[in-house]
């Protein structure tokens, strides 16, 4: 497979101030990380720097072979970086299938597609972006970023706040994408054991370093080293 990111080294923080420190990583097509850590630890802000949105202070970001460093975000959005927030920044005024179409772009993610993997959002298509709950305001931010046909998905806490039944809706999808629609996607989570289920290598962030890197599986056969990696102590 094809690398897709790679990351040697990188510095980066907001300002003078620095929350990522020497991180190195490569992601090829159709890899799926698990990017974990306590809170506070520069998840967030790793995907936010993927995106061009810290101050990068040392090191380099490859993104399909070529060197991103000075890409505004909005290119790095149109080549294929399919960024999911936190904040699910929904629009009062559009409807879901407008949130859709607005950011279509070519590819195999069609209207009816998603619409398949998210039935939901089918039957309340015609409602405004306020008038959804938090886990369908979650299934279109998701739903969106796959409508812009990304190389990969940055989800950001998928499963924050939302109903177990959700979750399981969300985990049904995620676990699609990366089983049967061979997505790249990097899963920051809480929920360690969640977010190791679904995905095929895990790096575990402290205090904006990797102290962990490894397959999903065996980290999520290891209890002991997962609570201490993760856990509030
Ligand atoms: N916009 C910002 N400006 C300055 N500092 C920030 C900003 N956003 C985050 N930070 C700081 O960067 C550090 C890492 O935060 P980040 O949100 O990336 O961690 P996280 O692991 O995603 O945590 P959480 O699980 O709580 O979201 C923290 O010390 C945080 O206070």
């Not at 020497?22 to 850590?37: H, I, K, Q």
């Not at 972006?129 to 998701?142: H, K, R, T």
């Amino acid at each position: 497979m094809a690398e897709l990111l790679a990351l040697d080294k990188v510095t980066a923080g907001y300002g003078e101030s620095i929350v990522l420190e020497d991180v190195s990583f490569t992601m090829n097509e159709g890899d799926s990380l698990a990017l974990l850590g306590r809170n506070g630890v520069g998840k967030t802000s790793l995907l936010v720097t993927l995106m061009g949105l810290t101050r990068l202070h040392k090191g380099s970001i490859r993104w399909g072979g070529a060197d991103i460093a000075r890409v505004p975000t909005y290119k790095r959005s149109r080549s294929g970086l399919g960024w999911v927030p936190q904040e699910r920044h929904m629009f009062p005024s559009l409807t879901v299938e407008e949130h859709l179409t607005v950011v279509a772009r070519p590819g195999p993610w069609t209207l009816a597609k998603v619409y398949e993997i998210f039935p939901r959002l089918h039957e309340r298509r015609a409602n405004m972006g306020n008038q959804l709950s938090g886990g369908e305001q979650q299934m279109l931010a998701i739903a969106r970023a796959l409508m812009t046909n990304p190389r990969i998905l940055l989800l950001d806490e998928p499963m924050e706040g939302l109903a177990p039944i959700i979750v399981q809706e969300l985990v049904r999808v995620i676990r699609r994408l990366v089983a049967d629609e061979g997505m790249s996607v990097i899963v920051v989570e809480q929920h360690a054991r969640l977010a190791l289920s679904l995905t095929s290598r895990a790096i575990v962030l402290d205090r904006g370093r990797i102290v962990h890197d490894s397959d999903s599986a065996s980290l999520l056969a290891d209890g002991e080293k997962l609570d201490r990696l993760v856990s509030v102590a």
